[in-house]
């Protein structure tokens, strides 16, 4: 499984949401996803990927495909890919 297609399958989980439902470059409050909740999911993709999101770097995540993209980077840095 891709790595965009963990974090759906976290996101659905998480929220309730149907995976297939999940447009990876839709900004995270069109789908009902609150800075709240989505700091508690980040916590649960920092576990599964091994990776971790500063502050910083949080603030620049609007969308899951954004997302994507900074865990990508971080496994590609620490040799995980």
């Known amino acids: ?22 447009d990876p470059a839709a900004p995270l409050d069109t789908l009902g996803i609150d800075s709240l909740s989505f700091i508690e999911f980040m916590f649960k993709v920092e576990e599964e990927f ?9 603030k620049n995540i609007r969308t899951l495909a954004d ?6 980077a971080g496994l590609t840095a620490s040799g995980k890919v």
């Open 50 to 58: 091994g990776v971790s999101v500063s502050d910083d770097e949080l």
């Open 1 to 22: 499984m891709d790595t965009l297609a963990r974090i759906r399958s976290l996101a659905a989980k998480e929220f309730s949401i149907d995976p297939e439902g999940l």
């Open 67 to 72: 997302l994507e993209r900074h865990v990508a």
